[in-house]
């Protein structure tokens, strides 16, 4: 079993930045292909990004492309979601997922493994 925990979200003003953590436990995370999606009130869980258990191939959605980053560090079992420019429409919970297989994908179902979630919130 894989324990995703995140951590990092909290209110923000609207153009702010803020990184978010999810360190990983109980299994060897470079295995893993890693992804950040995010539910905000109302609304589906959607993708945000992505990035292969190989660090080099990453995807971002489009509302985020350019604003946001993910990276990792397998040596320190920690995804990062680094988020620039940030917009009230980012607000949500933000959710890190882990998918046994060299690349990461966009399905909901396609993950193995979740963690709890964090809040971001940005004010106007």
């Known amino acids: 079993q894989l324990q995703l925990v995140e951590s990092g979200g909290r209110l923000v003003q609207a153009g702010g930045s803020l990184r978010l953590s999810c360190a990983a436990s109980g299994r060897t995370f470079s295995n893993y292909a890693m992804g950040w999606f995010r539910q905000a009130p109302g609304k589906e869980r959607e993708f945000v990004a992505g990035i292969s258990k190989i660090v080099g191939r990453t995807r971002y959605a489009d509302s985020v492309k350019g604003r946001f980053t993910i990276s990792r560090d397998n040596a320190k079992n920690t995804l990062y979601l680094q988020m620039d420019s940030l917009k009230p429409e980012d607000t949500a919970v933000y959710y890190c997922?882990?998918?046994?297989?060299?690349?990461?994908?966009?399905?909901?179902?396609?993950?193995?493994?979740w963690g709890q979630g964090t809040q971001v919130t940005v004010s106007s």
């Open positions: 997922a882990a998918k046994q297989a060299t690349n990461y994908d966009t399905p909901i179902a396609n993950y193995d493994y």
